[in-house]
């Protein structure tokens, strides 16, 4: 048995063991699926600093600046297909070989995946909120608001960054409108938590509850640094649960984890659901 088979049949191992794993999921299982994740495999982030919340609600210029950069980005976030491991988390989860499933991602692929109770931690940037009247659109709506109002934008290509955004030159944004609410002109906001803000209250205690539940924890495709997915390893491992890991490079949490698959999810959990079977 060669040694990423070995490492494999640890962890079905380690879900056997166990009947209420909850899996935390990051940026590294949607990779496989074309969309940039944000660090390298030392944690260090990759391209420009994202966008903070706080300065989103506050300054103009950083709302077009977001709102340019989505407009070009987001149609390559919008034809992203769930990948192998996507799937196979599904699958895993109709076995009853996992139990409940948390995600930091905002891209929806779990749940075109067929996972069903997916508790998004940081929203799903399929979705659009007015901050003054509060009132909902789906993103590709305002994709529609945005090309009409600024139509020499039109075929425009940059490097795709992470979560939709892409790389524009600063001069691309002088001349760029940002989109307002079609019911109150008011102003318009992805559906996630942007860096700098924390994740909403009643979204915390559902995460919390469903920590408490687990009997172990299983980490795909995330470094942890953000405290938001970290802290349910320090939860986990101040309760004497287990900590499993699927990740290429390191975790915040690499000294609390109890096994660790330095592979791509996209690869690993495939194999996993199989060996299962």
């Excluded at 879900?15 to 940026?27: I, N």
């Excluded at 340019?68 to 919008?78: E, F």
């Excluded at 067929?114 to 399929?126: A, R, Y």
């Excluded at 994709?143 to 600024?150: C, D, F, K, M, Y």
Aim: glycine share 8%.
């Amino acid at each position: 048995m060669d040694h990423d088979t070995l490492a494999v049949q640890r962890l079905a191992q380690f879900l056997t063991r166990h009947s209420r794993v909850l899996v935390l999921t990051g940026a590294g299982i949607s990779t496989g699926s074309g969309i940039p994740d944000y660090r390298d495999k030392d944690g260090s982030r990759r391209g420009p600093t994202p966008v903070q919340g706080p300065d989103f609600r506050r300054f103009e210029a950083t709302r077009r600046r977001y709102w340019a950069r989505s407009m070009v980005g987001y149609p390559t976030l919008a034809r992203a297909e769930p990948n192998a491991g996507h799937r196979a988390l599904a699958d895993l989860a109709a076995q009853g070989a996992v139990g409940s499933l948390m995600t930091q991602n905002v891209d929806g692929l779990h749940q075109r995946a067929g996972s069903s109770d997916v508790l998004e931690l940081h929203g799903n940037i399929h979705s659009v909120v007015c901050l003054d009247c509060h009132a909902r659109f789906s993103r590709a709506f305002v994709q529609s608001l945005l090309e009409e109002a600024n139509p020499g934008m039109l075929g425009t290509t940059a490097r795709p960054l992470p979560d939709g955004d892409a790389q524009l030159e600063p001069e691309t944004l002088a001349a760029f409108h940002e989109p307002f609410c079609v019911h109150c002109s008011g102003t318009l906001k992805p559906d996630v938590v942007f860096f700098g803000d924390g994740v909403p209250a009643d979204c915390t205690r559902r995460a919390l509850a469903r920590m408490e539940d687990a009997d172990a924890l299983l980490v795909v495709g995330s470094s942890l640094v953000v405290f938001s997915g970290y802290r349910f390893c320090r939860m986990a491992a101040a309760a004497g649960k287990p900590i499993a890991a699927v990740n290429l490079g390191k975790t915040r949490a690499d000294d609390l984890l109890s096994l660790k698959l330095e592979a791509s999810a996209e690869q690993v959990l495939p194999l996993l659901r199989n060996f299962l079977n």
